[in-house]
């Protein structure tokens, strides 16, 4: 295990203990362990969403033909539903 430090004001060391007691974390070392938790995860995210774009090269993926006919039958239930009301 390793000891991270980081100097925060005040406020934001009360509130880290606010946000800890309401999320049922035991400390503020817990607060400070989930938010680096939803820190990497959203990285993670990112780092895909990049890989997505540099493979497309910006543009939208392909739709496959099954995607194609779940639209349709989407968009016929909508519409059906719309004349019904």
Do not use: C, K, W
């Not at 990112?46 to 090269?57: S, T």
């Amino acid at each position: 295990m390793m000891v991270l430090q980081a100097r925060v004001p005040a406020g934001v060391a009360r509130q880290a203990d606010e946000d800890a007691a309401l999320l049922g974390l035991p400390n503020r070392s817990a607060a400070v362990r989930e938010g680096l938790r939803l820190l990497h995860r959203r990285a993670r995210e990112l780092a895909l969403a990049r890989d997505y774009d540099d493979f497309y090269h910006g543009e939208a993926a392909p739709l496959s033909d099954v995607t194609a006919i779940g639209d349709q039958i989407a968009a016929t239930a909508i519409a059906d539903r719309e004349r019904r009301q």
